[in-house]
Every structure is written in C-alpha cells, then in structure tokens.
C-alpha cells in the first residue's frame, strides 16, 4: 500500500510568487506522487491570491466550521485548486479576518502583522480538521514554513488520539527568510488548546516570538530538514541539542530518492 504524505506548506507556486519555498511547495508534493506516494497538500489562501486566475472554488462540504482562537469565533473555509502543470490538487484554508484582504507575513507597508501567531494556529488547526474530515490518515505530515510550524505541535498533542494522526511522524523544514519580530502579546494563550496545556509551553521564552515558534516545531516533530546554509543559527543550534535526525535539503536530481530514505526511516 502506498505510504501517505501531507504537505503544509506556506507558499506554492504557481499561487504566489517563485521563491525557494514556493517552489518546494510545488515540486515536493510533484516529486512524491511521481515516486508512488499518496498525497495531500495544503497553504493559506493569502489574500495576494487570484482566485478567478487559479481557479479556485469553495469545497462547501468542507467548510462551516468555526474555530475558536481567544475566546473568539473564526470560520473556516476551505476552496481548492489544482496546479496546472502538475495537476496536483490544493487545499486552501481561508478565512475573512485572517486571510482575505491581506498579503503574506508582512503588510503594504512591510510591516508584519501583529497577529501572525494566531493566523498559524488558525491554519494548523484548520489543515488537522480538514483532513479528519476527508478521513485520510497521514503516515508522513511535511511541515515548511513558519505559518506551518504550530501544526506538530497540535498534532502530537491536542489531537493525538484522533486516528488520523496518532501515528504520524512529523518533518519540519526550515528557510532561511525566516521573520524576526513579535507574534503578538497573546500568542501563548491562544495556543492553549485541548491537551495543548499552558504547562508544555512553560519552557519557551514568555516573549514569544519566531524563534521560540521554532523552537516549538523542532521540540514536536521526529526530522528536521535545513534547506539553505544561513538558516538562523540559533535556531539550528537547538535542532542539534535535540539530537533529531536533520537532513539537508538535496540537489534537485537527488531530491526524491533522498526524501524517500527519509520517509522510509521515519515509517519503518
């Protein structure tokens, strides 16, 4: 039986300009599919997208749920789209206070948004629902990107006991563009979720910023992929310190026989 992947990623190409991760986000889930896995893929639909050019529709079956995040209610929708050359199918999480009318992690002026801590906990929760409701059980998630890096901890924690994912190992992948400033005052609190306590976040700096994202990230998944060689030094500092596997991103000819060892490591 073919092995399943499920790709989060924070950006894919063609939806979003080229750029080292959006063009992983394209080619990884290509790749995979080529080498006989089974798989899925999700990003956020930024509101940079043009969904008339890309084709998007809403999957009504799939949306209407709402997610709670501070005490607050935020719909979930969910459109998607398949990348033309490819024809891989995309999974879209999308949401009016989050997503719609707004670009990636920085604003028109470049500044990031104060919330981009609750819009990746929004996302991570919104992928997990998703795909409990398409009852498709993940032996891989492949995480890439900061908007992605709340997921393995939700998904070894909060939702650990749901079938999908109680055996799923988890590979973050980390770029060297990644943020600096703040993910907002209220970052730890809107993480608290189910089995997601405020006691597993007490070890991360109460200035919770991208670093301790990370941090978090790496603590909850079982690899770790460095895709550049300036990734933030410290945060690969910690990845070591954990003394979890970490892979280098490859050369392009080399990249589906190298992620399969990978897989396969992690499955076995």
């Known amino acids: 039986m073919a092995k399943k992947v499920l790709f989060v990623n924070q950006e894919i190409t063609p939806y979003l300009p ?9 080619m990884m889930p290509h790749k995979m599919q080529d ?32 997610l709670i995040i501070d005490d607050t209610d935020h719909p979930l929708i969910i459109k998607v789209a398949s990348i033309p050359q490819s024809r891989i199918q995309v999974y879209f999480i999308d949401n009016e206070d989050y997503f719609q009318k707004r670009n990636t992690t920085v604003d028109e002026s470049g500044d990031e948004y104060s919330d981009n801590g609750e819009r990746a906990i929004f996302f991570a929760r919104g992928v997990l629902e998703t795909v409990k409701k398409l009852r498709w059980t ?11 890096a709340v997921l393995p901890f939700y998904a070894k924690t909060a939702y650990k ?20 400033g703040s993910l907002g005052n209220n970052i730890r609190n809107s993480l608290v979720f189910r089995d997601a306590s405020s006691e597993k976040l007490e070890k991360y700096d109460e200035a919770f910023d991208y670093l301790e994202l990370g941090k978090l990230a790496i603590d909850y998944s079982d690899a770790i992929v460095a895709t550049g060689e300036n990734i933030d030094e410290k945060l690969m500092d910690y990845a070591k310190s954990t003394g979890k596997p970490i892979m280098a991103h490859p050369e392009e000819e080399q990249i589906q026989d190298k992620y399969m060892q990978l897989y396969n490591s992690l499955t076995e």
């Open 35 to 66: 080498a006989g896995y089974e798989i899925r893929t999700f990003m956020p639909k930024w509101g940079v997208i043009n969904e008339r050019r890309g084709q998007l529709h809403e999957v009504i079956r799939l949306s209407g749920m709402n």
């Open 138 to 148: 993940p032996d891989v998630i492949h995480c890439q990107g900061w908007m992605s």
């Open 161 to 180: 006991d749901e079938p999908q994912f109680a055996n799923a190992k988890i590979v973050s992948s980390f770029f060297e563009d990644q943020p600096k």
């Open 18 to 26: 080229e750029s080292k991760m959006s063009v992983m986000g394209s």
